[in-house]
């Protein structure tokens, strides 16, 4: 690690194998060229981090991601959190890559040739809440009874039909993600539930996908949305490093 004058630690933005870290040049936070600190099988991906500079959030998080989609470009790689900063190589072997060297080992084998991919499924609100009244009797009677009185006063059967869809679309949205994410289990390695969405959405998911199955999921999933274009969106994005798949690792920040 360099070691100019002034106040520098150790950024780490992730975990390799030692036999697989990428021999080009990459620039990091700071634009400060990335590094390796090398400890038996593994390798943290590091740079010298002036921790006097002026920091820039939007430009450090874009610099960050930037380094990881480079080497998963390259290589398998563990993601550490935004942030992690160590006081210098050796912490990066005591804080780091010591306490987590068996599991580490052990996650960079599970994660060998695959992607992170993120699968969002919206409803087209309008369509959807036509079919939640027509399929319930209960609901569609409410709605002929209530049709032509004012939304904004808490009128108890407005009340009631609003708590019956809501109830009905929870269950029509958690068919329709079963269903949904059945097609594409058997060509996954593992899927996680992502934070985040609306009333609309129907999932979020982030799914570790085999290079070899990438074509199969893209193939099921353009086969579903075209299905259900009117009813429902599906957005596929990806390839990531595996983000939500690395939780419970140690990390300094």
């Known amino acids: 690690m360099p070691d100019p004058a002034g106040r520098w630690g150790c950024y780490v933005y992730g975990i390799v194998g030692a036999d697989g870290a990428?021999?080009?040049?990459?620039?990091?936070?700071?634009?400060?060229?990335?590094?390796?600190?090398?400890?038996?099988?593994?390798?943290?991906?590091?740079?010298?981090f002036d921790l006097d500079r002026e920091v820039s959030?939007?430009?450090?998080?874009?610099?960050?991601?930037?380094?990881?989609?480079?080497?998963?470009?390259?290589t398998t790689v563990?993601?550490?959190?935004?942030?992690?900063?160590?006081?210098?190589?050796?912490?990066?072997?005591e804080t780091i890559i010591g306490p987590g060297g068996d599991v580490l080992l052990d996650l960079l084998q599970w994660l060998r040739g695959t992607s992170q991919f993120n699968l969002r499924g919206v409803y087209h609100r309008e369509r959807v809440l036509g079919e939640v009244v027509r399929a319930d009797p209960r609901l569609k009677e409410l709605h002929e009874?209530?049709?032509?009185?004012?939304?904004?006063?808490?009128?108890?059967?407005?009340?009631?039909?609003?708590?019956?869809?809501?109830?009905?679309?929870?269950?029509?949205?958690?068919?329709?993600?079963e269903r949904v994410l059945d097609a594409v289990a058997p060509f996954v390695v593992d899927l996680r539930d992502r934070v985040g969405g609306d009333m609309d959405q129907v999932m979020n998911v982030?799914?570790?996908?085999?290079?070899?199955?990438?074509?199969?999921?893209?193939?099921?999933?353009?086969?579903?949305a075209a299905a259900e274009h009117e009813r429902m969106r599906l957005q596929l994005t990806g390839p990531f490093p595996p983000y939500d798949f690395v939780e419970g690792m140690p990390w300094v920040s």
Do not use: N
């Not at 021999?23 to 099988?41: K, M």
């Not at 982030?206 to 579903?224: G, H």
């Open 22 to 48: 990428p021999q080009d040049v990459c620039h990091g936070v700071g634009d400060v060229q990335v590094e390796y600190v090398h400890s038996g099988p593994l390798a943290a991906v590091v740079s010298a």
């Open 57 to 74: 959030l939007r430009a450090d998080l874009t610099a960050h991601t930037k380094v990881l989609d480079w080497l998963a470009a390259r």
């Open 78 to 93: 563990v993601p550490m959190a935004f942030g992690t900063v160590t006081d210098d190589a050796a912490a990066v072997e």
């Open 145 to 177: 009874r209530t049709r032509d009185l004012p939304q904004e006063l808490p009128h108890p059967e407005l009340i009631s039909l609003g708590e019956g869809v809501s109830a009905a679309l929870d269950r029509k949205k958690a068919d329709d993600s």
């Open 206 to 224: 982030a799914m570790l996908v085999p290079e070899t199955q990438r074509a199969r999921v893209e193939e099921t999933l353009e086969q579903i």
